[in-house]
Nanobody
C-alpha cells in the first residue's frame, strides 16, 4: 500500500488546515483497510491523532484533538482527510497518514503502511 499525504503548511493559532491522503496499491481497498493519522514533533515520540474504520462510519480520536479535528474518508477515491480546526502551537508536527487491515494497529501507531509525512506548523 502506498500513501501520499498533502495539505500541510503554516497557520496561525486558531486557524484551520485540511490534510489529504491518497492510498493506492494492488492490495488496497477502502473496505478492507482502516486508515488514520499520527504525528511526530521534533524530539518527541509518535502520537496517535485519529483513526477511521474500514468503509468509514466509526472514528476515534486522541483526547488532545477531540472536538477540533475530524477524520473522514472517500471510499470511491481511496482518500482519507483530516480537517483540523482551532489549531494550537502544540499541534505543530509532521503528520503521517497510515493504513492497516487492523484498526487497533492504527490506534497504537504500529501501522502496516505509512506515508511520507506532511509538515504542519502553528504559530502563536
Amino acid at each position: 500500500v502506498q500513501l501520499q499525504a498533502s495539505g500541510g503548511g503554516s497557520v496561525q493559532a486558531g486557524g484551520s488546515l485540511r490534510l489529504s491522503c491518497a492510498a493506492s496499491g494492488p492490495t488496497f481497498s477502502s473496505y478492507t483497510y482502516a486508515m488514520g493519522w499520527f504525528r511526530q514533533a521534533p524530539g518527541k515520540d509518535r502520537e496517535f491523532v485519529a483513526a477511521i474504520k474500514r468503509g468509514g462510519g466509526s472514528t476515534f480520536y486522541a483526547d488532545s484533538v477531540k472536538g477540533r479535528f475530524t477524520i473522514s474518508r472517500d471510499n470511491a477515491k481511496n482518500m482519507v482527510y483530516l480537517q483540523m480546526g482551532s489549531l494550537k502551537p502544540e499541534d505543530t508536527a509532521v503528520y503521517f497518514c497510515t493504513a492497516d487491515q487492523t484498526f487497533h494497529n492504527i490506534v497504537v501507531v504500529t501501522p502496516e503502511s505509512r506515508g511520507q509525512g506532511t509538515q504542519v506548523t502553528v504559530s502563536s
